[in-house]
């Protein structure tokens, strides 16, 4: 029986290495890059910080000069309640000219503690 022998030229030859494509990105293209995205979120950041501290500021002032109006829309609603209770006191108690206090002028009252019994000696 004979015996094979190689083809005439030889065998092609064999292919031992990996043929990968080239991946994407570099390390340091991907390193850059994400530095790059770091960066503008920062001063995206920083700039957003500012806005915030700036509109705080405005709110800050803007209710400043809104308190003497504030403050007299208050007044007026305190006038508007209190001559709503005169009313409903005359509707109630007729025109009777009924005093709470003896003078128009609220003081609190002063308690003085005197001693019930005096011992001479």
């Given amino acids: 029986m004979p015996q094979d022998m190689p083809p005439a030229g030889g065998y092609d030859a064999v292919q031992y290495k990996r043929n990968l494509p080239p991946s ?7 390193l850059a890059f994400g530095g790059l995205i770091m960066v503008y979120g920062w001063y995206h950041l920083f700039h957003g910080i500012r806005e915030q501290r700036e509109l705080a500021r405005e709110k800050m002032w803007s209710r400043i000069h809104l308190i003497p109006a504030l403050q007299a829309e208050e007044d007026r609603d305190l006038v508007r309640r209190h001559l709503a209770d005169v009313q ?34």
């Fill in 24 to 30: 994407a990105f570099k390390p340091k293209t991907l």
């Fill in 88 to 121: 409903r006191e005359k509707e109630l108690l007729g025109d009777k000219a009924v005093k709470v206090y003896h003078a128009d002028r609220y003081v609190r009252p002063t308690f003085a503690i005197t001693p019930g019994k005096i011992i001479k000696d």
